[in-house]
């Protein structure tokens, strides 16, 4: 599997629109910071240190039974531009694309583990489910750092638990994450008390990319803050119930805005519709944008003859990276902008049956 293999795929099975709640949570995420015994952290580790380190953990991947079909990549084969591909299906987090010695990634074929080596942490062990299936998603992950706990020592303490290289992930070493499409909060303003309300309770709001980036397409992700303290399944049952609440407040919010502005909820999700239908040039944000506006009319039965996961496949293939793969060349931002636009005319034109 190489990335030319995962552009193949179109977009991403754990963003496949299945799942609990999928008309709000895109997907979660279990994601485990584990370090090594005896070899310092990777921002403290020599570069042969962190190469040691890859090669134990690919050696340890290639043992693997019943795990999947495993690969291993080290980020210095890549180019720039498949690793911001690896970036934009959240395989590999930005600060792991700027690559360096040691650095790599094990994937399984169906996306739905990744493994960072080098990152912050020596391991950065990532399971992924569509829907709010943190339990499913959980399982996976466990099932995996069981395994590599079979081959590898870990840096553990008795009292402290799991050691890593920030003290946030000190303990279970557990970070979960559920992605929401949350269009009826943001455009009732509530999202700022909302983030703050979830603040107080423990968890943090931050944008599609995870912290550090910004709000997209109405697009955010809920995670937990606190890894010290709590069992892995006190984090687990803490953020899904807290995630009901957040979905029901999204569907109450939905509700309104059809109750007491239906003319102008129709105006907004069409004007999406027919913008992406015939823009000529469209930014990701912008594009995102519309593409949120037009879900919500999906899911509101207000569009029809479009499937609801359009929003989750051009998530994807509209970022830079993906567009300047699947057409094939590199372009200018100017470039992209038009590429993007003449994508997803024809992407659409296809749904609605249009493009005969």
Same mark, same amino acid.
């Given at each position: 599997m190489q990335v030319d293999d995962l552009i193949s795929h179109g977009g991403v099975g754990w963003m496949g629109g299945s799942g609990a709640d999928s008309d709000v949570v895109i997907s979660c995420r279990v994601r485990l910071a584990r370090n090594l015994a005896?070899?310092?952290?990777?921002?403290?580790?020599?570069?042969?240190?962190?190469?040691?380190?890859?090669?134990?953990?690919?050696s340890a991947a290639e043992r693997a039974r019943g795990l999947g079909q495993l690969q291993a990549i080290h980020l210095k084969d890549l180019t720039p531009l498949d690793r911001q591909i690896l970036v934009e299906r959240?395989?590999?987090?930005?600060?792991q694309a700027d690559g360096g010695e040691g650095r790599g990634v094990i994937l399984r074929s169906d996306e739905s583990v990744s493994i960072m080596v080098n990152e912050e942490?020596?391991?950065?062990?990532q399971g992924f489910f569509p829907g709010l299936e943190v339990q499913n998603a959980w399982?996976?992950?466990?099932?995996?750092?069981?395994?590599?706990a079979s081959e590898l020592r870990y840096a553990y303490?008795?009292?402290?638990?799991?050691?890593?290289?920030?003290?946030? +992930? =000190?303990? %279970? @070493? $557990?970070?979960?994450?559920v992605m929401l499409h949350l269009p009826a909060l943001t455009l009732a303003e509530q999202m700022?008390?909302?983030?703050?309300?979830?603040?107080?309770?423990?968890?943090?709001?931050?944008?599609?990319?995870?912290?550090?980036?910004?709000?997209?397409?109405?697009?955010?992700?809920?995670?937990?803050?606190?890894?010290?303290?709590?069992?892995?399944?006190?984090?687990?049952?803490?953020?899904?119930?807290?995630?009901?609440?957040?979905?029901?407040?999204?569907?109450?919010?939905?509700?309104?805005?059809?109750?007491?502005?239906?003319?102008?909820?129709?105006d907004r999700v069409w004007r999406a519709l027919g913008t992406l239908r015939y823009a000529r040039r469209l930014s990701t944000t912008e594009a995102l944008g519309y593409l949120s506006d037009v879900r919500l009319g999906i899911?509101? +039965? =207000?569009? %029809? @003859? $479009?499937?609801?996961?359009?929003?989750?496949?051009?998530?994807?293939?509209?970022?830079?990276?993906?567009?300047q793969r699947l057409l094939h060349h590199e372009m200018r931002p100017e470039e992209r902008d038009v590429a993007r636009a003449t994508w997803i005319r024809r992407r659409i034109a296809k749904a609605l049956g249009e493009d005969r």
């Open positions: 005896d070899i310092p952290f990777p921002g403290t580790a020599t570069p042969a240190q962190r190469e040691h380190v890859y090669e134990l953990v690919r959240h395989l590999i987090s930005p600060q942490d020596h391991l950065r062990i399982r996976l992950a466990n099932q995996f750092d069981d395994f590599l303490d008795r009292r402290l638990g799991y050691l890593t290289a920030c003290p946030t +992930n =000190l303990g %279970t @070493g $557990l970070r979960v994450s700022r008390r909302l983030s703050h309300g979830l603040s107080q309770v423990g968890l943090v709001v931050r944008g599609l990319y995870g912290e550090g980036s910004e709000m997209a397409g109405n697009i955010y992700q809920v995670s937990n803050q606190i890894t010290l303290g709590p069992t892995e399944e006190e984090v687990l049952s803490h953020l899904q119930e807290v995630t009901r609440q957040v979905i029901a407040q999204e569907r109450q919010a939905r509700q309104a805005m059809l109750d007491h502005n239906r003319i102008a909820l129709e899911d509101l +039965n =207000l569009i %029809t @003859g $479009l499937a609801p996961t359009i929003l989750q496949e051009l998530l994807v293939q509209i970022r830079p990276a993906h567009l």
